[in-house]
């Protein structure tokens, strides 16, 4: 049974950093506006992304980091009140982007309550058996007038009990309130490694409890996935082996490493759906890894090619850089605080790729859930497909020093790449392919655009209307509407200017790079169909400013226009 997660890509904010909150809950001053609103702001962002989830690192009280937690039950005030994200969620839920939350259960803060009612009372603290490893016969690194367990060496995160069923109620009475009151959509648990197997079977059991379609994510970076991925416990877990094979194998060139990580997880864990991702708040930035930056955005497609879930780290789809550090500020780099409208350096070719990776992922069900067949793999070059039900997908990627053809046995009659907008004949059972360096192309059949229902040769250019040497008149002037945050139609206004239909001949070109008349540069990204009308519309995005998905009619969108006199496309294709 197909989950919402399929249809998913995944956006990864780490709010302490993202909001610029200040390093220590101490240092904080009353806020006269929440910091977690920002994420209102950046919802247009997510949606021209075609990011429908989002993933938060902790929010909750803690002293420093979040990981630290000291109320599961209290949003951080750093980063506002718990009303004020449960704005956030309710405008991301009201855009059609879901909610997942940082469940930090393995370890709390030395400012958790519990724990200081165990520094102030010892012995006597009803808390005492709370934490894990609590002998009243040592000291801790602290000092405190008894030892315990710390997280990986870290006594500023004490071990929780799990075996302990007030431990586990007071968790679970926090889930609870998530759910409720902010209609959460999934958890990813940290250090899930750490974990009681009992612990992790009880709260499987009691999310579901609460709704069916809850999704469960494990933070886990060694061994056997699903050893914690399976029906009773996560949905999936982090894919550490493929976050490393894909930038080593672009880093190596040698491809073979991450076919060879594929192959052996579907081997080994067969449809465990996994959470598969090029960085995260804990490693450096993919830019800050590669050796050839040219590489990120065949990076991007293998990551959104691949089986599971794919996941981008707030900034890094602007092609931003962050090297892990040394010391008490290791992680400052890599969780920076960002003007959406202020990026530095951005890389906007890489913003646009993702975005129509995202697209395409929306669309194609063969890239959600198709399986996975390798067709021609070298070091430098990598040919697989996808296949779901009659539909195949092709992902080619080229790293060589120069251009690639493959040789792409198919049963169709040609193949377009959805990135590119280039089509292929097949002759003799298939095509030939040619791959420019460091690029990458995802190829459907030419006869069915990405959803396969309309077909890109059914994409008629519209007959001009029959003129009868009379002025054509100006349609009805309609009121602006107010446009949905990030994918909008664009204004019908006409500002003086006229329709003059759309010239013989005139198609549009899937991935081509356009000009409006009055300035500004745009790329189709596909086409759809009006629900109601079932009118062809197309899907584009603009590449100057901050990025926004337009739709708009594709006799509009590719018709002349007359503008005081001058007879001009209303888009000029400047590249296909």
Known sequence: MSHWIEQTSIYHIYPLGFCGCEKFRSEAKDLERGRILKVIEWIPHLKALNMNAVYFGPIFESFEHGYDTTDYYTVDKRLGTNDEFGQVCEELHKNGIRVILDGVFNHVGRDHFAFKDLQQNGQGSRYKDWFAGVNFGGRSPYGDNFSYEGWNGHYNLVKLNLWNGEVVDHIFGAVKMWIEKWNIDGIRFDAADCLTDDFIRKIHSFTRSMRQDFWLMGEIIHGQYNRWANGDMFDCVTNYQCYKGIYSSHNDRNYFEIAHSIEYQLGQYGGTYMYNFLDNHDVARL??????????????????????????????????????????????????????????????????????????????????????????????????????????????????????????????????????????????????????????????????????????????????????????????????????????????????????????????????????????????????????????????????????????????????????????????????
């Open 287 to 576: 830019m800050s890894v590669l050796k050839n930056p040219d590489h990120a955005q065949c990076c991007y497609t293998m990551m959104y090619g691949m089986y599971g879930v794919p996941s981008i780290y707030y900034g890094s789809e602007f092609g931003i850089y962050g090297a892990k550090g040394q010391g008490a500020d290791a992680d400052l780099a890599i969780r920076p605080c960002l003007d959406l409208n202020n990026i530095p350096d951005r890389n906007d070719d890489l913003l646009a790729h993702i975005s129509k990776l995202g697209a395409l992922r929306m669309s194609l069900p063969a890239l959600q859930s198709g399986t996975y067949s390798k067709i021609d793999l070298k070091n430098q070059t990598f040919l697989f497909k996808r296949e779901q039900g009659d539909y195949t997908v092709y992902i080619a990627l080229n790293i060589s020093d120069g251009d690639y053809t493959f040789r792409v046995n198919t049963p169709y009659g040609s193949l377009t790449d959805c990135i590119s907008g280039k089509t292929f004949s097949v002759n003799g059972g298939g095509a030939d392919v040619t791959v420019p360096r460091n690029k990458s192309m995802i190829l459907v059949d030419s006869a069915r655009t990405p959803d396969g229902t309309p077909k890109f040769e059914e994409i008629k250019t519209p007959e001009p209307p029959v003129q009868e040497n009379v002025q054509p008149e100006a349609p009805a002037q309609a009121p602006e509407p107010q446009p949905a945050p990030a994918v909008q139609e664009a204004p019908p206004k006409n500002n003086g200017i006229t329709g003059l239909g759309v010239p013989e001949g005139r198609t549009l070109v899937i991935g081509g790079h356009y000009k409006h008349f009055k300035g500004g540069n745009y790329v189709v990204l596909y086409t759809a169909k009006d629900h109601e009308t079932c009118k062809e519309q197309v899907v584009y995005m603009q590449l100057h400013d901050k990025p926004v998905t337009w739709v708009r009619p594709l006799d509009m969108f590719l018709e002349d226009v007359d503008d005081h006199g001058n007879r001009k496309p209303r888009f000029e294709l400047i590249q296909d």
